[in-house]
């Protein structure tokens, strides 16, 4: 479970969040963790997710909370303990939801199995769509696909031995922080690398509802002594022929003023949507160690925030969505190695989620071409 981030501000009243325990949500920045985020390890049954600002405020503006609904049997409820909760109608879920159904909303407890919980008001606008986890035993990647154990990657190996011994710059259950790459200008970065065998982005198993969310645990781990990143934080992921270890790392590094402005000044050609994001197109200039400063086309979606939502699904599904009529979640799996994801905080709030590959192009810029790396982006070198 993600440490919850620090507050400082006033936490929601009882009142508006019913103890946390019914309403199930806890504001990231607004709530009191001691009394909401650790309900799993309380015998619960369920632990607390994160909700946006802005789904917060929808919250707080309401007379009268929507009605919640559970997906699941009526004698689930029940032995929930819950009143007053509807059962969902399945025909709620349109094809991106569909696509998204193992995001990471609501983490049951190992032997928890009564389905899952969901405000449909508050999410539904952002298109925040849930759906229940399989209540099998969560299983662990494929070491077919993402790798053996016994594999001498060196990351890998330097990452399971600071972890054994307590030593990594920052230690979870779940992933490591370790430091990043080695700059001739200091600049300072890190990287969040998952304690399980993950090669790398290829690994269909992060999409899945048993990975943990390695991107809001970056995202917190930079704002964490010993590991701050100078603000704007950017976080980004290189595709399997770009990377230079074969252990999955989510680099933790400050976004590069260049990038940051152009996605800023070109806000309104970026997506909305998982949908719309496959065809969106937007130049952004970044650093090449050969080249300078230069330009790549990436596709750009604006999405109001991550900790409830598996990025890496997201990516899947907008690349089964840029397959078009004949597109499935196979075809797609198999193009994610070629792909570099970055996220870079909108100065007009919520995130900037950014994506390319060598083959994206734009018709409006046919001389720029894509990158299958996030180096550009972030402030790693020289």
């Not at 199930?24 to 309380?42: K, S, T, W, Y």
């Not at 109608?89 to 349109?94: E, F, K």
């Not at 065998?197 to 969310?213: D, F, K, L, T, V």
């Not at 900790?307 to 979640?329: E, S």
Request: overall charge positive.
């Amino acid at each position: 479970m993600i440490p919850p981030a620090p507050g400082g501000s006033v936490p929601i009243s009882p009142a508006e969040t019913q103890g946390c325990e019914s309403l199930l949500f806890a504001d990231r920045e607004g709530i009191n963790p001691a009394e909401c985020v650790d309900l799993q390890f309380m015998g619960k049954g369920v632990a607390n997710t994160l909700l946006e600002p802005s789904a917060r405020e929808r919250f707080r503006s309401r007379t009268r909370p929507e009605p919640q609904c559970m997906h699941g049997s009526p004698q689930a409820a029940s032995d929930a303990g819950l009143s007053g909760v509807t059962m969902c109608d399945s025909d709620r879920a349109n094809d991106e939801a569909s696509e998204l159904t193992r995001r990471r909303f609501i983490q049951f407890s190992s032997l928890a199995g009564t389905g899952v919980l969901a405000s449909i008001g508050i999410l539904s606008d952002a298109e925040h769509a849930l759906a229940a986890p399989s209540l099998q035993l969560a299983k662990g990647p494929d070491p077919k696909e993402c790798g053996k154990t016994t594999d001498s990657d060196s990351l890998w190996r330097l990452s399971q031995k600071c972890h054994s011994k307590n030593t990594c710059r920052q230690n979870h259950a779940d992933y490591v922080v370790m430091g990043g790459t080695k700059s001739k200008k200091k600049y300072i970065n890190y990287i969040l690398v998952p304690t399980q065998r993950i090669s790398g982005i290829e690994c269909s198993w992060i999409c899945g509802s048993s990975a943990p969310n390695y991107w809001s645990a970056a995202d917190y781990y930079a704002t964490q002594p010993p590991t701050v990143v100078p603000t704007p934080v950017g976080l980004g992921i290189n595709s399997k022929q770009a990377r230079g270890f074969n252990q999955l790392h989510i680099h933790m590094a400050r976004a590069r003023w260049e990038s940051w402005h152009d996605l800023a000044a070109q806000d309104n050609l970026a997506a909305r949507t998982v949908a719309k994001w496959a065809d969106s197109r937007v130049s952004v200039r970044g650093f090449s160690e050969k080249l300078g400063i230069i330009p790549h086309t990436y596709r750009v979606l604006i999405w109001p925030g991550f900790h409830h939502d598996n990025l890496f699904a997201m990516l899947r599904t907008m690349l089964k969505h840029a397959l078009g009529h004949g597109g499935t979640t196979a075809k797609a799996q198999a193009l994610m190695q070629y792909q570099t994801l970055i996220v870079i905080p909108r100065p007009a709030g919520g995130y900037y989620i950014v994506n390319s590959d060598k083959s994206v192009r734009d018709p409006n810029n046919p001389h720029l071409v894509g990158t299958d790396t996030c180096d550009p982006l972030l402030l790693m070198h020289p």
